[in-house]
């Protein structure tokens, strides 16, 4: 059973703070314990704010960039450095700053990349990618330590939207067509890929997440809430500002640590 917890922070600033904190601690003890260390990210306003405070951390010189892995958990099928991609969004914020070997670093196709303008065809390239990373016996993904999600207003995760057909898809990355929010096609890893992480951490801020945040802390389905459908093999963190763990139920109250 996945130890799950929940830590609120004062506002949003101290929230990408400790968040970046703590995954600079966790690729540091997967470094020790493996020699090396996978994370996968993921976008929007907190995460950007993430990144850039890991870029700025003294502690981040501590970690062994060579050695690192980035994945991304979703992307919106656009060209290659358009500005709404979450590659470019962290790249500008943090993997251009970082000595990270670039055979390492691998971001989900782009609409003008060698799949071509066709989100299934990149789907099933990010899928060969991974699996290529797999280690033996592990035959289609690799070891991720953490995996990072954003929770939206909806309640949906990486690109896995309520009530959607990606929520039903088994395969380990899914094109997506008809996005409710823009752009209409994106690329996801799935709920069942997402599951597989060492650590997924659902990192929100903003009055805006506080609804989609109590319900799936409340036990809603995750068809409905995709956000109560994700669990790490080991751990699952909720990460929250006040702003977006005001409707946290009661009895977890006990979880929070108040910064």
Known sequence: MSEASVAVHADA?????????????????????????????TGGR????????????PA??????????????????????D?????????????????????????????DGPAGN????????YAEELARAARPGHATLPHFDVLMLGVGEDGHVASVFPEHPVHYETRPVSAVRGSPKPPP????????????AEEVWLVAGGADKARA?????AGAGPVQLPAAGVHGVGRTRWLLDRAAAADVPVRL????QLN
């Open 185 to 196: 096609m994106r690329t996801t890893l799935t709920l069942p890929a997402i599951n597989t």
């Open 83 to 111: 500005p709404e991609r979450n590659e470019t969004q962290a790249r500008a914020a943090l993997l251009d700053v970082v000595p990270l070997n670039p055979a390492r670093v691998h971001p989900m196709p782009a609409s």
């Open 118 to 125: 066709d989100p299934e065809a990149g789907a099933a390239a």
């Open 46 to 57: 907190i995460a950007a704010a993430v990144y850039r405070a890991v870029a700025t951390l």
């Open 253 to 256: 109250r006990s979880l929070r």
């Open 13 to 41: 600033d101290l929230l990408a703070q400790a968040v970046a904190a703590r995954l600079l601690v966790k690729l540091l003890d997967a470094q020790a314990d493996r020699g090396e260390a996978s994370v996968v990210l």
């Open 213 to 217: 945040v109590g319900m799936a802390l």
């Open 60 to 81: 981040r010189d501590a970690v062994d960039w060579s050695r690192v892995d980035v994945w991304w958990g979703d992307e919106r099928f656009l060209p290659a450095g």
